[in-house]
């Protein structure tokens, strides 16, 4: 069984629309579309029953989520919890981690993998795969994340861009 080659992938990070419609360092509405975190949840949910009927439920959709603002006041990883374990039961396939407002690193962290504490914490709520990002680099630091069970897929796109050949040097190296 190989990997589909189509997907559509939800964007809900990094100070994006629905990221802001998440976040209540954002979110100030005081209709049905702010307040309550399934209030601040409610137009994903719309979006992705919307993209659900226009693809099929065989057709692997992802949200890349921003889990945690890292700021007072802002989206918590129980907050991400909550939203994980909604947006699984709406047919997201695959949840993709990342940061939110404060961008694309987690403070005070330098480590590859950065996002592994969200991931973790998020895995412990749903049974979809979940994917780490955060500054992965390394092949052996993607290989020990998966061994630590800290995700179930890596995401090392800023190293594919910087070099088209890592896929296949990771392969080797880790041979």
Not at 24 to 45: A, V
Not at 64 to 75: S, V
Not at 98 to 126: D, M, N, R, W
Request: proline residues 4%; charged residues 20%.
């Amino acid at each position: 069984m190989g990997f589909p080659v189509s997907k559509v992938e939800i964007h809900s990070a990094h100070g994006y629309l629905l990221n802001q419609f998440f976040s209540p360092l954002s979110n100030k509405r005081t209709d049905e579309y702010g307040g309550t975190i399934h209030n601040r949840l409610r137009l994903h949910l719309q979006i992705i029953a919307a993209v659900k009927a226009v693809v099929g439920n065989d057709f692997p959709l992802l949200l890349r989520l921003g889990a945690c603002d890292y700021k007072e006041g802002g989206i918590t990883i129980e907050d991400s919890q909550i939203a994980a374990k909604e947006f699984e039961k709406a047919g997201i396939t695959i949840l993709d981690i990342s940061g939110s407002f404060l961008g694309y690193k987690s403070p005070g962290s330098s480590e590859q993998g950065y996002f592994s504490p969200l991931t973790e914490a998020i895995k412990k709520v749903v049974s979809i795969p979940v994917i780490l990002t955060g500054g992965i680099t390394d092949p052996q630091a993607a290989e020990k994340s998966l061994l630590a069970e800290k995700a179930d897929l890596i995401g090392v796109g800023r190293a594919v861009q910087q070099d088209s050949q890592w896929a296949k040097q990771a392969i080797e190296t880790l041979r």
